[in-house]
């Protein structure tokens, strides 16, 4: 479907990491929001960002 094209997220995790934090800061109240809306497995998606560095700040909405 034309929608998974727009769910689908970057495989490199710094772009990823691009992503999720402008989602974050433009469209989502949470990172649980953001996954459950576009269906991403919030575990998988923290180790991705995890494994270059990166956690999620939750009072501040996004990864460092």
Known sequence: AASDVYK???EDPYMLLSVVNMKLRDCYPSLDALCDDLEVDR????AKLKAVGFVYDSKNKKFY
């Open 8 to 10: 689908r997220q970057p």
């Open 43 to 46: 575990e998988e998606l923290e």
